[in-house]
């Protein structure tokens, strides 16, 4: 921070004498006396900075305690504008890093997903800068996915070193491109794009930030702590993040994934159809794909080896996996059936 901009921001907050410590690109750490804070910065250009603040600060109000809290500046408000920048601060909390191994922690995300996707439907559209680039985009971003894990599976046979890993994907390659084609032929025959829709016109938000830097574990509760991914988007796109994260380990177990989800529908309950969507996306290979690309990509022996010992241990769990991704959808896909078929069944009835 220059020296002028550093003293307007300090005016504001009521800070003396503080120091400032840069943590990474758009965030400072704060020590004012005792109290340490994080201050985030954002380009007034960035259409996504303010939103995200002003939705912090909603969710607040409603007494949520899923979040770090924000520091009001002089005028009460949450975000303070300067030049060509916003500035917004939060009180430091000493979290905990997330772990996504944990069943615990994957059941107690229930507790915090649940209630922010519920009172995401009653922020105010007032504030411009809530993201709609996923609304509707899951079944374009897996067809290219499919499409480029297709494509540099051929390219990576002299980067895969390792015997073990070019045996297992030689094994697991033709698993892996059923998925592909199934898990997406399954979210386009879902009712993905009205349910998209619906989420939209009731304002459900979806928090996006799904990795170790967006959760963090505080007093026994999992925390959102970065505002900068909010989307106009289904809640089973988060859920299914910390799911198929989850399941990616070795210690991942389904039948945790069935408890975590009864859990956050005792709590909020998903659309009708919604499940479908969510067994499509972990049936689809959604990272194992990726990580083809990046080591078809990988410069050096050294990167290729990082890149191909992590696929590898990812194949192995996708393949102990595999039943339960296949059981969950078709599951969920009959369920749809039926309760569609009933649904014309009481129309019938209601015509006679």
């Given at each position: 921070?220059?020296?002028?901009?550093?003293?307007?921001?300090?005016?504001?907050?009521?800070?003396?004498?503080?120091?400032?410590?840069?943590?990474?690109?758009?965030?400072?750490?704060?020590?004012?006396?005792d109290?340490?804070?994080?201050?985030?910065?954002?380009?007034?250009?960035?259409?996504?900075?303010?939103?995200?603040?002003?939705?912090?600060?909603?969710?607040?109000?409603?007494?949520?305690?899923?979040?770090?809290?924000?520091?009001?500046?002089?005028?009460d408000?949450?975000?303070?504008?300067?030049?060509?920048?916003?500035?917004?601060?939060?009180?430091?909390?000493?979290?905990?890093?997330?772990?996504?191994?944990?069943?615990?922690?994957?059941?107690?995300a229930?507790?915090?997903?649940?209630?922010?996707?519920?009172?995401?439907e009653?922020?105010?559209?007032?504030?411009?800068?809530?993201?709609q680039?996923?609304?509707g985009q899951?079944?374009?971003r897996l067809?290219?996915?499919?499409?480029?894990?297709?494509?540099?599976?051929?390219?990576?046979?002299?980067?895969?070193?390792?015997p073990?890993?070019?045996?297992?994907?030689k094994r697991?390659?033709?698993?892996?491109?059923?998925r592909?084609?199934r898990?997406?032929?399954?979210?386009?025959?879902?009712?993905?794009?009205?349910?998209?829709?619906?989420?939209?016109?009731?304002?459900?938000?979806?928090y996006?930030a799904?990795?170790?830097?967006?959760?963090?574990y505080?007093?026994?509760?999992?925390?959102?702590?970065?505002?900068?991914?909010?989307?106009?988007?289904?809640?089973?796109?988060d859920l299914?993040q910390?799911?198929?994260?989850?399941?990616?380990?070795?210690?991942?177990k389904?039948?945790?994934?069935?408890?975590?989800?009864?859990?956050?529908?005792?709590?909020?309950p998903?659309?009708?159809?919604?499940?479908?969507?969510?067994?499509?996306l972990?049936?689809?290979?959604?990272?194992?794909?990726?990580?083809?690309?990046?080591?078809a990509?990988?410069?050096?022996?050294?990167?290729?080896?990082?890149?191909?010992?992590?696929?590898y241990?990812?194949?192995?769990?996708?393949?102990?996996?595999?039943?339960?991704?296949?059981?969950?959808?078709?599951?969920?896909?009959?369920?749809?059936r039926?309760?569609?078929?009933?649904?014309?069944?009481?129309?019938?009835?209601?015509?006679?």
């Amino acid at each position: 921070m220059k020296e002028k901009e550093k003293e307007k921001v300090f005016a504001h907050y009521g800070w003396k004498d503080a120091k400032v410590e840069p943590l990474e690109r758009h965030r400072c750490l704060v020590k004012a006396g005792d109290d340490v804070y994080i201050l985030h910065i954002g380009e007034k250009k960035d259409p996504y900075f303010a939103g995200g603040v002003y939705f912090r600060r909603y969710l607040e109000e409603t007494g949520a305690d899923f979040l770090p809290s924000l520091l009001p500046g002089r005028d009460d408000a949450p975000l303070f504008k300067s030049g060509s920048r916003y500035y917004a601060v939060e009180r430091r909390l000493p979290v905990k890093p997330f772990s996504f191994q944990k069943k615990d922690l994957l059941i107690n995300a229930m507790k915090t997903f649940a209630p922010f996707h519920r009172l995401s439907e009653g922020f105010e559209a007032r504030h411009d800068g809530i993201s709609q680039s996923h609304l509707g985009q899951w079944p374009a971003r897996l067809e290219r996915n499919l499409k480029e894990g297709e494509h540099y599976l051929e390219k990576i046979r002299d980067k895969a070193a390792d015997p073990g890993l070019l045996s297992l994907l030689k094994r697991m390659e033709p698993e892996l491109k059923r998925r592909g084609e199934r898990g997406l032929l399954s979210l386009c025959l879902s009712p993905y794009e009205e349910l998209a829709e619906r989420a939209f016109l009731s304002r459900r938000l979806s928090y996006g930030a799904v990795n170790h830097r967006g959760l963090g574990y505080y007093k026994s509760r999992v925390l959102l702590t970065d505002f900068h991914r909010l989307n106009h988007d289904l809640a089973a796109a988060d859920l299914w993040q910390l799911f198929r994260r989850y399941l990616s380990y070795r210690g991942g177990k389904p039948e945790e994934v069935e408890t975590a989800l009864r859990v956050y529908e005792g709590l909020q309950p998903l659309y009708t159809g919604e499940r479908m969507v969510l067994g499509a996306l972990l049936h689809f290979p959604y990272y194992p794909f990726k990580l083809v690309k990046r080591l078809a990509k990988a410069k050096g022996r050294e990167e290729a080896a990082a890149i191909g010992k992590e696929l590898y241990g990812v194949l192995v769990v996708e393949e102990e996996r595999s039943d339960f991704y296949r059981d969950f959808l078709r599951r969920e896909e009959r369920k749809l059936r039926g309760h569609a078929e009933t649904g014309e069944k009481d129309e019938k009835k209601e015509e006679i």
